[in-house]
């Protein structure tokens, strides 16, 4: 039993971060196709903040995804426990919404203010600080949508 509520949580995990790591990605292409940065040039900074010297490969921007998927999935472990508790408490979904946006908010001020102005200043350069924003909080959107799913089914199949 503890084993298949493990695996559950890991499941949620993964879903939550690829879910909220694709409304990123996403929201950076939209964003690149109404001309204001090169979604590829986004990626490839990605890539040059984790492995600088990988930064001028061929493959940079894919290698940039893919480390940023990574990223997203490491960044649901931290949060998305924190909503799971939230909804066995059976919180509201606004609750679930509203922690999710604030501990996004925290994680982007501490990317965006403190730690890439050291590590990659030419990342925090490409987009304004209100679009980038709006991205972290897609993710939080996007992750407190999969738990509260999560949630969901789990009532209707206790019930």
């Not at 993964?14 to 204001?36: D, K, M, P, S």
């Not at 894919?62 to 472990?77: C, Q, S």
């Not at 909080?137 to 799913?149: I, Q, Y």
């Amino acid at each position: 039993m503890k084993r298949v509520q493990q695996t559950n949580v890991w499941r949620l995990i993964a879903l939550g971060g690829l879910a909220g790591g694709t409304a990123e990605v996403l929201w950076v292409t939209i964003y690149a196709l109404a001309g204001e940065v090169s979604a590829a040039e986004v990626a490839r900074q990605v890539t040059a903040s984790v492995w600088p010297s990988a930064a001028d490969w061929t493959i940079a921007p894919v290698l940039g995804i893919a480390i940023h998927m990574i990223l997203a999935v490491a960044l649901a472990a931290l949060c998305a426990p924190l909503l799971m508790r939230l909804t066995s408490r059976q919180a509201a979904p606004a609750a679930l919404v509203l922690v999710s946006l604030i501990a996004l908010t925290t994680v982007w001020a501490v990317n965006f203010l403190i730690v890439l102005p050291v590590l990659n200043p030419a990342f925090i350069q490409l987009m304004p600080y209100a679009a980038t924003l709006a991205s972290k909080m897609l993710f939080g959107l996007a992750m407190a949508a999969v738990v509260h799913r999560d949630a969901a089914r789990e009532t209707v199949r206790i019930r």
